[in-house]
């Protein structure tokens, strides 16, 4: 098994653009999420899915947009890049988010000038 | 709301000497609280879970909730735990599911 998966693994934006940070999983897991890592701040939530067709915002979710059409796939959109935005981005996958272990990925390291 | 407040950015420690990561929350129900760990160039990944009381790579974590406590310690501190440390906690359930929240984190340095 893959684990969880992120793409890119490294990005550069302009103020103003778009662009999709892409995450899947491999285990069958109907619980994903997305958090972001700031230095000083840990990791905070942007937005969850507890399976396919149902998302809710987590802690931070203004500026960002999900979907989830599939079990595997999560992808995250950012429609308008903001310097705000820079940071390093963390999918992660589980079968039950309140008891067992979430597995991460090995993260996105986004900087937007 | 619930929160998670770890106090120390830092902490050193000598090898071989005892560690302890403090770890306070808040929440109004019963949490379920964990110790995460990102060791260099590595996934963040599950060190130990309150509700399974087991201990690993010599941690252990003791939910008081006289306290609103979860500190992460270990005896003997190892040059391999220097990692950063973060601990989290998920809501019982309602509008909570599915929402972990972390603590800053703790970037634990173990010096030879």
């Known amino acids: 098994n893959a684990g969880v998966t992120q793409t890119p693994k490294f990005q550069v934006l302009k103020t103003g653009q778009s662009m999709t940070l892409q995450c899947a999983q491999d285990?069958?897991?109907?619980?994903m999420s997305w958090y972001r890592q700031d230095p000083g701040m840990g990791l905070r939530l942007i937005h969850y899915?507890?399976?396919?067709?149902?998302?809710d915002q987590g802690e931070v979710p203004n500026g960002y947009n999900v979907s989830r059409s599939t079990t595997e796939d999560f992808p995250l959109r950012l429609l308008s890049a903001a310097p705000s935005q820079t940071s390093v981005y963390f999918c992660?996958?589980?079968?039950?988010?309140?008891?067992?272990?979430?597995?991460f990925g090995p993260g996105t390291r986004l900087l937007v000038l | 709301a619930q929160r998670v407040t770890q106090p120390e950015k830092l902490l050193s420690v000598f090898k071989g000497a005892p560690v302890e990561l403090k770890c306070n929350y808040s929440?109004?129900?019963?949490?379920?609280l964990f110790w995460y760990v990102q060791y260099s160039r590595q996934r963040l990944q599950l060190l130990l879970r309150?509700?399974s009381r087991e201990s690993i790579k010599g941690f252990t974590a003791d939910l008081n909730k006289g306290e609103t406590s979860f500190h992460l310690k270990k005896p003997f501190a190892q040059e391999e735990d220097s990692a950063m440390y973060y601990c989290?906690?998920?809501?019982?359930?309602?509008?909570?599911?599915?929402?972990?929240?972390f603590g800053q984190g703790t970037i634990l340095t173990v010096h030879p």
């Open positions: 992660a996958s589980s079968r039950d988010p309140q008891r067992e272990t979430q597995y």
């Open positions: 285990m069958n897991h109907e619980y």
């Open positions: 899915s507890v399976g396919a067709g149902i998302t």
């Open positions: 929440y109004s129900g019963s949490p379920e």
């Open positions: 309150h509700i």
């Open positions: 989290a906690l998920s809501g019982a359930g309602g509008t909570s599911y599915g929402k972990l929240t």
